[in-house]
Structures are given as C-alpha cells and as structure tokens.
C-alpha cells in the first residue's frame, strides 16, 4: 500500500541524514584530520560523493520502486545471489549496527544532561590477536538504555507506516530547527576567538595525511549516511517515478549546506583543540555562547533528532529481510505481515533484537567503522549493479535517468572503493566482522536456494 507522499519521503531521507552525526562526530574528524581544512575537506568530499550516489541511486529507485532497494536492484542487475548479499547483509549487518550507532549517539545527548549515565558498571580487558595493547570493553548504564529506546521506536513503527511516516515528518522539521538555531544564534551572539580556525592547514601533504582525510571522511560520510534509505521502503512510495528522485537530491543538497553551516559555527565558535576533546560539540558550542541553561535545551533537541533518525531507520530497514523471505531467502517468519497494522512486525521484531545486541556490545565510535565499512560495501555494489541493468535491461522504463552517465556512477564507485580499503586497513577489526558476517550468509543462501528447488 503506497502510504508516503512526497513530504512523508523527503522527511525520510533528510530525517534519516540528520541525527547524531553533525552533532558528535566533527571532534573524531579534528582528531583524526589534524586541520580545519582537511575536516571541510571531507565534508565537501562527503557530500559530493553522497550526491553523485543519490544521482545515480534515483534512477534505479525510480525504474524498480520496489520493498528492498538494493536486493531489487542487484537482484535485476548481476544476479539472485548479489541480490541476495545486499539482503542479507542489510538486515543482518548494515541496518542492525546503523540503528545501534544511532541509539548510542542518542544515550550521549542524554549523557550530557544526565552525565552518570556515562558511569562504567563493570570493565574487561580482552587480549585480542595482532593487537600490541589489549581490548578494553566498557560496559555503562547507556548501553542497556539505548536498547529500550530501539524497543519503543520499533513499536511505534508496528503501529504502522502512516503513522511512522506523520511522526517522521514531525521529528525533522523540529531536527532541521535546532541545527539551524546553533546557526544562527551561534553566529549572533558568539565571538570568535582569536586562535579559532587554526590550524586551517596541515604542516605537510604527505601519505599519513591521505590516510588522515580518508578516516576524516569514514566519520563525514557516517553523517550523512542514510540517504538511500527510502528505497528499502520504494513499494510504500506515491508517485514513485517522480517523489524518489527528488526526495534523493533535494534531501542530499539541502542536508550538505546544513553540515557546512553547523561546522562552521563550531569553529567559529571553539578552538580547534576543544573541538577535538570534546564528547559533545553541538552542546559545548552552545554553552559557550548561551550558558548552561541554553545547552541543555539544544540537547533536548539534539535528542529529538536522533530519535527522528532512529524511527526512520528503524521504519525502513526492515523492509529488507521481508522482501528477502517473501522471495524464500530469509527466515520464513520475517515476510508476515501484520493482518491488523499492515507491517512486517516479525521483520521489525528481528531487526530490533539484533540492533540491540549490537548497543549492548558496542559504543558509538566503535560501532560507526563497522557501519561505514558495511554500508559503502553495499552502496558500491549497487550503483554497480546501475550499469549491469543498462546492459542486460536497455529497453526498462526508466523515468529519471542519472545525468553525467557514465561518469557520475563510476566517481561515486571509485570513491567508495577507497574508502572501504583504507577503513579495513586502519580499523580491521570491526570491518572483518562486518566482512565475515557478509560472506557467511552464502551458507544460508544455498539451504534456501535448495528448499526453494524442492518446492
């Protein structure tokens, strides 16, 4: 049942972008990037690649408006087992340790006004192989915090997709409100120090320097991660043909000039090395300038946000698992849909279990490598998948074509590929979990390609 308008589908993508990210990560960008320029760098960087991923995403949204984005798509485009891959890796990697992130930059809002959440019950040390140090896992009161907060958005999101979507719409317009107040007031009543923007270069350009910008841009693109996400919803869509493409670039360019401005305020507003140090950028940035008081209600909606993009994720990702076993290539449950709601409640009810073992497991910057790592995977094979439909499939109707083809997709491939290969060799061990949980799904796909055969 097509339930999502045009305002509905764009709140999804711009809701969905905008969460905790431009609120948290611009301190592991400064870390990591060591200048103000190289943290705009990726930002610019980010946004273009995401955009030429959205370009060319919207032609295949539009053309195959179906409940599984990618599994349609790489279905249609290199075969049943590619299709298959995105599925499973979807439901069993991306989506569950995307919601989890989220969950946990949520429990850091509210770590802000609440500080003795942060507070660790119990810590192990692991001694981990080709690790010099051993693993150090802290267990606090957020963690079990964020998994009743996956627990109540799932559970509104069984209510129905209506519902979901109205309550989207909602949480972005008051998410885009609160960046927009750091803006602007940030700008009004803050004075920039004498020492801010500095350092605006790095000392020298040389390979530790790339592999800084592309670790910068690991935790940019976690930012702004979330603007295919539509498309797991496509069969729920109005006018598909029309509303996917421009929800796509229009949430994408407008989401990329807030991120531009917020970052700006931050600098302008906080030396270079606060920002570094600092678990609550957004926060800080505004106590500076609005006192303690004022903080304390931007985190308010910061929180709000986070919980925007925590419904629509939630709303979203488990379209996949269900679109993967009404086909017969997942577990059976999954593809039932509830008589009452009209949801696929099982698919909500697995997603939701597994997001949560993940932000028992894990904290925010630990879980975003793994995120990243598994969804540009994902995001690459796709818009892969765009020219093996050109090929096999010259004669679909495609109602918006990507402009800049060929080379728009192939920028946003050759992108994604050295993000992915310099993530695995900075941060292996959360990629080669993601890795490994990826390949381990062809087990399952041979047991259900043969129950299908005997069917």
């Avoid at 991923?53 to 349609?72: F, K, S």
């Amino acid at each position: 049942m097509r339930e999502l308008g045009g305002w509905a589908a764009t709140a999804i993508v711009v809701g969905t972008m905008i969460g905790t990210g431009v609120f948290l990560v611009p301190s592991a960008m400064a870390r990591d990037a060591g200048s103000v320029g190289l943290v705009f760098a990726a930002w610019i960087a980010g946004g273009l690649l995401t955009l030429c991923g959205a370009l060319a995403w919207a032609e295949l949204g539009a053309a195959l408006p179906e409940a599984g984005g990618g599994y349609a798509y790489l279905k249609r485009g290199f075969g049943p087992v590619w299709g298959f891959l995105f599925g499973w890796m979807n439901s069993v990697v991306n989506k569950p340790v995307s919601i989890a992130a989220i969950a946990a930059g949520l429990l850091r809002f509210i770590g802000f006004l609440i500080p003795a959440l942060g507070a660790p019950i119990f810590t192990w040390r692991l001694s981990l192989p080709f690790r010099e140090t051993s693993y150090e896992f802290v267990f606090t009161w957020a963690q079990p915090l964020a998994v009743v907060a996956i627990a109540l958005i799932t559970f509104i999101n069984y209510l129905g997709v209506r519902l979901g979507g109205q309550v989207q719409v909602v949480l972005t317009v008051l998410k885009i409100a609160g960046v927009l107040a750091i803006v602007i007031f940030g700008f009004a009543l803050g004075e920039r120090g004498a020492a801010n923007f500095q350092p605006l270069f790095p000392e020298s350009i040389n390979s530790g320097a790339f592999s800084g910008f592309l670790l910068t841009l690991v935790a940019a693109l976690w930012a702004y991660e979330g603007w295919a996400d539509l498309t797991l919803a496509g069969s729920e869509v109005k006018n598909p043909q029309r509303t996917i493409p421009r929800a796509l670039v229009g949430g994408v360019a407008l989401v990329a000039g807030i991120y531009l401005l917020a970052n700006f305020v931050y600098f302008y507003i906080l030396p270079f090395d606060a920002v570094a140090q600092s678990q609550h950028v957004a926060s800080d940035v505004v106590e500076r300038f609005g006192g303690r008081g004022a903080a304390q209600w931007i985190t308010i909606a910061m929180i709000i946000s986070a919980l925007g993009t925590l419904n629509s994720g939630i709303l979203t990702g488990a379209r996949a698992p269900y679109a993967l076993a009404r086909d017969g290539l997942f577990f059976r449950a999954t593809a039932s849909i509830s008589p009452r709601f009209h949801t696929p409640g099982t698919a909500l009810l697995f997603q939701a279990s597994l997001a949560g073992a993940l932000a028992l497991t894990g904290t925010f910057d630990e879980l975003i490598s793994m995120s990243v790592f598994a969804q540009w995977v994902y995001y690459m094979l796709t818009i892969a998948a765009l020219f093996g439909l050109r090929r096999k499939e010259p004669n679909l109707p495609r109602p918006y074509r990507v402009v800049g083809y060929p080379w728009i997709p192939a920028v946003f491939i050759s992108g994604a590929l050295a993000l992915t290969v310099n993530l695995f060799i900075a941060r292996p061990e959360r990629a080669s979990v993601g890795l490994a949980l990826m390949l381990f799904g062809l087990v399952f796909y041979r047991r259900w390609r043969k129950n299908i055969a005997h069917q």
